[in-house]
C-alpha cells in the first residue's frame, strides 16, 4: 500500500500531480511507467466521498469509491510514485510547488487534478442525504432506483432536464418546481413526457429509519418518494489554475486542449475541474490523455537539452583538437 507522507521530495520532480482522484491516479500511473519522476499531492477530499458506489466504470461497476482509489495509490507505488498528503497552496510560474506548512516541491510540469464540489441548497435534509438517496447523477445511480416513485427538486436550472431524463428509469417521477420558474415550454415537456407536476415550495425532506420517506411542502403536504434527485451548482476548484493565469471561457471554465493543456505552458488539467459533465472513468480517461502529453513534452525538452550538450561537447572537442594540431606544428 502507497501511505502517503509529508516528507519532501529530493530534487526536481518531473511532473507534481495536484489531486489523487481518478484523474491524478490515472495520470501517475502512466507517467511512473514512463519513469518519470512524480509526486501526487493529496488533499484527502474526493468529491464522491458520500457516495456508497461508483457505476458506469468498466470491470469496476459497483465498486466503493474509496476502494478504487486505494487500489489507485497501491498501483502508483509500484512504480516509485510518491504521494504527498496535504493541500497545495499555490504554485509559482517555474514551478514551485508551496504546500500549507510546508514543503515547496520544484517540478518540471504540472497536472492539476483537484476537482469541484457541490453547492447544495439550503433545505433541511438536503445535505445529510446527498450522494445516499438525494443524487445528482440519472447515468451513475437511476439504474439502483429504477421503478421507484421517484422526484426532482427544481433548485437549479439543470432540473428539468434531469427529470426529463429520469423517466427513463421511472414511470412515477414527480416534479417539485420549488422556487424555479419555468417557462410554457418547460411545463409542455414535462407534461408530455408524463412527470407529475408538484407545485410549491418544499420545506424539508422527510426521513425516516434512516431513509428518504417523502418531500415536505410549506402548505404541510407531504409527497411521498423513495430517491430525489437534485442538479448542484457545480464550482471548480481551479484556484491553483488562475493563480497561474490559465484563461477562462465565457462560463468561467478553465479552457484546455484536447489532452489537458492550458494556455500556460507547462501546465495541465484534467477531470472534474476542467469538465463538470466527466463521471470518473472519463476523468481516468483524460488523466490518461494529459499523460501522454506531458511525458511527450518532457521528452522534447529531455532531446533539445541533449542535442546542446551533443552541440557544446563536439565543439570543445574541435577546440581542443584544433590547438593541439597547432602546438604540434610549432615544435
Keep these: 500500500m502507497n501511505k502517503a507522507t509529508n516528507a519532501p521530495d529530493d530534487g526536481v520532480r518531473d511532473v507534481v500531480v495536484v489531486g489523487a482522484g481518478a484523474a491524478g491516479l490515472n495520470a501517475a500511473l502512466l507517467l511512473g511507467r514512463a519513469r518519470r519522476r512524480v509526486t501526487v499531492i493529496d488533499a484527502g477530499r474526493p468529491r ?18 474509496a476502494t ?9 507505488a509500484r512504480y516509485g510514485v510518491r ?21 515547496v516541491i520544484e517540478a518540471r510540469r504540472v497536472l492539476v487534478a483537484t ?19 438525494l443524487l445528482h447523477c440519472p447515468y ?3 439504474y439502483e432506483v429504477r421503478d421507484q416513485p421517484l422526484a426532482v427538486l427544481g433548485t437549479g436550472p439543470g432540473a428539468v432536464h434531469q427529470a426529463l431524463l429520469l423517466r427513463q428509469w421511472s414511470d412515477d417521477v414527480a416534479f417539485f418546481p420549488h422556487t424555479l420558474e419555468l417557462t410554457a415550454a418547460d411545463r409542455e415537456r414535462l407534461e408530455a413526457r408524463g412527470l407529475r407536476m408538484v407545485e410549491g415550495e ?23 418518494r423513495a430517491a430525489a434527485f437534485l442538479f448542484p451548482r457545480m464550482v471548480p ?24 493543456r492550458t494556455s ?18 472519463t476523468a481516468a480517461g483524460m488523466g490518461s490523455a494529459a499523460a501522454f502529453a506531458i511525458n511527450t513534452d518532457l521528452l522534447d525538452e529531455d532531446v533539445d537539452h541533449a542535442v546542446e550538450r551533443h552541440r557544446a561537447t563536439a565543439a570543445a572537442a574541435g577546440t581542443t583538437g584544433g590547438h593541439g594540431a597547432s602546438r604540434g606544428a610549432g615544435r
Design 48 to 65: 464522491n466521498a458520500p457516495a456508497a458506489h461508483m457505476h458506469g466504470f468498466l470491470s469496476r461497476d459497483g465498486l466503493p469509491p
Design 202 to 224: 418544499i420545506e424539508h425532506l422527510v426521513v425516516e429509519d434512516d431513509r428518504l420517506r417523502g418531500i415536505a411542502l410549506t402548505d404541510g403536504r407531504v409527497v411521498p
Design 237 to 260: 476548484h481551479d484556484e491553483l489554475l488562475t493563480g497561474l493565469g490559465c484563461d477562462r471561457d465565457d462560463n468561467g471554465w478553465v479552457v484546455t486542449d484536447r489532452t489537458g
Design 115 to 133: 476537482g469541484l464540489r457541490d453547492e447544495l441548497p439550503d433545505i433541511p435534509g438536503v445535505r445529510e442525504r446527498w450522494g445516499r438517496d
Design 264 to 281: 500556460v505552458p507547462g501546465v495541465w488539467a484534467a477531470g472534474n475541474v476542467i469538465d463538470p459533465r466527466a463521471q470518473v472513468v
Design 140 to 142: 451513475c445511480h437511476g
Design 83 to 103: 504521494l504527498v498528503q496535504g493541500r497545495v497552496e499555490h504554485i509559482d510560474h517555474g514551478f514551485h510547488v508551496h504546500l500549507v506548512g510546508g514543503p
Design 68 to 76: 478504487l482509489l486505494a487500489l489507485g495509490r497501491a498501483e502508483i
